[in-house]
């Protein structure tokens, strides 16, 4: 089981509420094995809203591009 599943349980037992991309941020850190869903919120609303997500963070760019259409630093 991925780390953010794990956490994810954690704060359901702990009644923390998510806003409606957290199930999608929370699915994608774990596909792409985040630990956090920091980044993977970015990934999500930009797969909701069917955009391509800019970003300078070339880690970020390269983890994200195997989820959404993404415009990295090298691009910009």
Do not use: H
Not at 12 to 33: E, K, T, Y
Not at 56 to 62: G, M, T
């Amino acid at each position: 089981m991925g780390a953010a599943l794990l956490a994810r349980r954690g704060f359901r037992a702990a009644q923390v509420a998510v806003n409606d991309l957290g199930p999608r941020a929370w699915a994608i850190a774990d596909a792409l094995g985040w630990a956090k869903t920091y980044d993977a919120e970015y990934v999500a609303l930009a797969q909701f809203v069917d955009c391509s997500l800019l970003t300078l963070d070339a880690r970020l760019a390269r983890g994200a591009s195997a989820v959404v259409r993404t415009i990295g630093p090298d691009q910009v």
